[in-house]
Nanobody
Framework: QVQLVESGGGLVQAGGSLRLSCTAS????????MGWFRQAPGKEREYVTS????????DYADSVKGRFTISRDNAKNTVYLQMNSLKPEDTAVYYC?????????????????WGQGTQVTVSS
C-alpha cells in the first residue's frame, strides 16, 4: 500500500510558476513509476507527465512539454512537478499517482494508487 499526499497548489497569474509536491508513505517509493494527472471542471482526468523509478526517464503530454518538469527524490519519497509559464487552461485539480511497473504509462488504469489532489488555478 502507498499513501500519496499532494501539496503546493494555489492561485497564480498567467505566466507564473508553481511547484507541486507529492509525498508517499508506505511501501518502497523507489519501486514505483510516478505520474501526474489533472482534471478540469467538466472534463475527464488527463495525463500530464510521468517519471521512471530511478528518475532517469520522463514523459510529457504535448500540452505541457517545455513548460512543466517532473522530478523525484527517492530519499525523500517525494515527486515534484515544476510548472512554468502557466496558462489559464492549466487550471485543474492535479493528482499524483503511483504505478507498480517499469513503463511510463499514460493510461489512468495502469496506476495503482492516487492522491487526493491539489487545486491549481491560473488567472488570466
Amino acid at each position: 500500500q502507498v499513501q500519496l499526499v499532494e501539496s503546493g497548489g494555489g492561485l497564480v497569474q498567467a505566466g507564473g510558476s508553481l511547484r507541486l509536491s507529492c509525498t508517499a508513505s508506505g511501501s518502497a517509493f523507489s519501486l514505483y513509476v510516478m505520474g501526474w494527472f489533472r482534471q478540469a471542471p467538466g472534463k475527464e482526468r488527463e495525463y500530464v507527465t510521468s517519471i521512471s523509478r530511478s528518475g532517469a526517464s520522463t514523459d510529457y503530454a504535448d500540452s505541457v512539454k517545455g513548460r512543466f518538469t517532473i522530478s523525484r527524490d527517492n530519499a525523500k519519497n517525494t515527486v515534484y512537478l515544476q510548472m512554468n509559464s502557466l496558462k489559464p487552461e492549466d487550471t485543474a485539480v492535479y493528482y499524483c499517482a503511483a504505478a507498480d511497473t517499469t513503463v511510463l504509462w499514460r493510461r489512468r488504469s495502469q496506476y495503482d494508487y492516487w492522491g487526493q489532489g491539489t487545486q491549481v488555478t491560473v488567472s488570466s
